[in-house]
């Protein structure tokens, strides 16, 4: 037997030329482990947070307020632009209406010749383009909202006020009038219409053998 050196302990085999930090690697930390401490979060650092976003919340609101107010004031001022330009158009269509006036007449009496046929014609398209629509026809009948009456009389073959003749044409830009048609208009004649009736209905005993007897 041979005799233990008392002190030592055996240790087992390392291979020749390891060191010994490879025979027992050291355990690796492993990982998300928070380091000590940092288990709770600051209180004043949650406050902050909660102070800026509150802050990004109001000025959120207020950018998105003010842009809806600049697309408000854009479609305030595109109207009245619009607005504008037909009050601007009018206008100018109005002070021309005269000379439409007379150029009308001057085709009515064979008048329109030559190079004034000519330049009234480039006139009249310019104002079409413009918007200037011109209405009022014999036969329509009478509407207060877009004629005017100059004349007045009373007529056999009308069943109501109609327009018998168009004194001056009116015009109108879309759904504006800028002058009403200046008209003569002829009502039915007083007692006409009732002896209409009265002959309709003889027509009608005539044709069903006249009225029952007895």
């Known amino acids: 037997m041979t005799e233990e050196t008392p002190g030592f302990e055996e240790k087992p085999d390392v291979p020749s030329g390891a060191t010994p930090d490879d025979a027992e690697p050291m355990a690796a930390p492993q990982e998300g482990t928070a380091p000590a401490g940092d288990g709770?979060?600051?209180?004043?650092?949650?406050?902050q947070l909660d102070q800026v976003r509150t802050a990004l919340g109001e000025r959120t609101a207020d950018l998105q307020r003010l842009q809806a107010e600049y697309q408000n004031y854009r479609r305030r001022v595109e109207r009245d632009r619009i607005t504008v330009?037909?009050?601007?158009?009018?206008?100018?269509?109005?002070?021309?209406l005269p000379v439409l006036d007379d150029i009308g007449r001057a085709r009515e009496h064979g008048e329109l010749v030559g190079g004034f046929k000519s330049v009234a014609e480039s006139?009249?398209?310019v104002a079409a383009k413009m918007g200037l629509q011109?209405?009022?026809k014999e036969g329509e009948p009478f509407d207060p909202t877009i004629h005017e009456a100059l004349m007045h009389s009373y007529a056999p073959d009308v069943t109501?006020?109609?327009?018998?003749?168009?004194?001056?044409?009116g015009y109108r830009i879309g759904e504006r009038t800028i002058r009403?048609?200046?008209?003569?208009?002829?009502?039915?004649?007083?007692?006409?219409?009732?002896?209409?009736?009265?002959?309709?209905?003889?027509?009608?005993?005539?044709?069903?053998?006249g009225p029952d007897e007895g």
């Open 40 to 47: 709770h979060a600051d209180p004043g650092l949650v406050a």
């Open 180 to 209: 009403p048609a200046r008209v003569a208009v002829a009502e039915p004649q007083p007692g006409a219409q009732t002896v209409k009736e009265e002959s309709a209905e003889a027509a009608d005993d005539k044709e069903s053998g």
């Open 134 to 136: 011109q209405f009022g």
């Open 85 to 96: 330009k037909e009050i601007a158009v009018a206008n100018l269509l109005t002070e021309l």
């Open 123 to 125: 006139l009249e398209t």
């Open 160 to 169: 109501e006020t109609t327009c018998v003749a168009i004194l001056q044409p």
